[in-house]
C-alpha cells in the first residue's frame, strides 16, 4: 500500500529525520565527521610522539671498562711510539650539547674514556667518549720538535623518541696542521684549517683559524703537578656550516699526553625546517698518567 505524503513525513515535515537522498540515490553526509576523525588522529599522534620524546632514554656515560675491552677487541698495539703511551686513560669533567630544533640538550659522562690507539709511521689516535652518544678522535703525527693534526671524526647520536638520528663528521688537514709546538714560545701563533663533510648535512665544510701558545703551566695529576704546553685554539667555520670552535688544551711537555681540555662551540646550520644551532661546552681532566689495557 503507498503511504500518503503525511505518514511518510516526520512530526515536523522532514521524514523520519535522515538527510533526503540525491537524485542518485546516494545520502549526504555531514562534511565536518571525516575531518573530525582526522584531527583526533592528528592529535593522538601528536600526545604518542610527545610522549615519547618525554621519555626518550638519555646518554649515559661510556665506562673506561668498555674502552679498555673496545682497545683489546680491535688488536690495540701498546708498543711505545714517539707519542703518548698508547691504552685507554680516565678523565673526568662536565659538559652538554644541545640543538635547538626540536629542543634537545644531552650531558657528558662525569667519568670520560680517552683511548690512545697507534698507527702507521709512528702516528697515533686520540678518541675521547664525552658519553655512550658522543666521540669525538684526532689522528696525529709526529712532526720534527712538534706533533700535527691529519684529520678526525665527531660521531653523535640523538634520540628524539619517535626517532633516532646518528652523524658522522669527518674531517682531513692538508697539509697537516699544528696541535702542539714543544720548542714554542709564549705568544706563538700558528695557522691551522681543515675541511670535512657531516652524514646529515649536505655540502662541505671548513675549519680555520689559529692555535695560540699561551705558555708553560702545571696540571695536578693524581696529587702531583705534571707540566703542560697550554695552548688556544679558535677556528671559524664556513662553508655548509657555520660559527665558532673555541678548544683550550694542556698537553704533557714530555709526550704531548693531552691533560687537561676546555671547549665551546656554536654552530649553525640550514635545514627545511628553517636553521639549526647546535651548542657544545665542557671539561674534562685526566685522572693518572697511566693507562690502562
Not at 523520519?16 to 565536518?32: K, L, N, Q
Request: overall charge negative; aromatic content about 8%.
Amino acid at each position: 500500500m503507498q503511504q500518503s505524503e503525511d505518514e511518510a513525513s516526520g512530526p515536523d515535515g522532514q521524514g523520519d529525520g535522515a538527510e533526503p537522498a540525491t537524485s542518485h540515490g546516494v545520502r549526504r553526509f555531514h562534511w565536518w565527521m571525516p575531518l573530525a576523525a582526522v584531527g583526533v588522529l592528528i592529535l593522538v599522534g601528536v600526545g604518542v610522539v610527545v610522549v615519547l620524546f618525554i621519555t626518550r632514554e638519555e646518554p649515559e656515560a661510556r665506562s673506561v671498562d668498555e674502552a679498555v675491552g673496545d682497545f683489546r677487541s680491535s688488536g690495540g698495539d701498546d708498543t711505545a711510539t714517539e707519542g703518548p703511551e698508547p691504552g685507554v686513560y680516565q678523565l673526568e669533567g662536565e659538559g652538554r650539547e644541545a640543538i635547538s630544533l626540536p629542543p634537545v640538550e644531552q650531558a657528558d659522562g662525569s667519568t670520560m674514556p680517552m683511548s690512545i690507539t697507534t698507527g702507521q709511521d709512528g702516528c697515533w689516535t686520540v678518541r675521547i667518549d664525552f658519553n655512550d652518544a658522543h666521540w669525538q678522535d684526532w689522528d696525529l703525527c709526529p712532526e720534527e720538535n712538534s706533533v700535527v693534526e691529519t684529520g678526525g671524526h665527531t660521531w653523535q647520536r640523538w634520540d628524539f623518541g619517535a626517532a633516532t638520528v646518528e652523524n658522522l663528521s669527518t674531517f682531513i688537514c692538508e697539509p697537516p696542521v699544528p696541535f702542539v709546538v714543544f720548542d714554542a714560545e709564549p705568544a706563538d701563533v700558528f695557522d691551522r684549517s681543515c675541511t670535512g663533510t657531516n652524514d646529515q648535512v649536505a655540502g662541505s665544510t671548513t675549519s680555520a683559524g689559529t692555535l695560540t701558545v699561551i705558555g708553560i703551566e702545571s696540571v695536578e695529576v693524581d696529587g702531583e703537578d705534571v707540566e703542560a704546553i697550554h695552548v688556544r685554539s679558535h677556528n671559524d667555520v664556513t662553508g655548509a656550516q657555520t660559527g665558532p670552535e673555541d678548544l683550550d688544551l694542556w698537553y704533557s711537555t714530555e709526550n704531548g699526553l693531552p691533560l687537561r681540555g676546555e671547549r665551546s662551540t656554536t654552530i649553525d646550520s640550514d635545514s627545511p625546517i628553517g636553521k639549526i644551532t647546535y651548542t657544545e661546552s665542557g671539561t674534562w681532566q685526566i685522572t693518572s698518567m697511566v693507562p690502562q689495557r
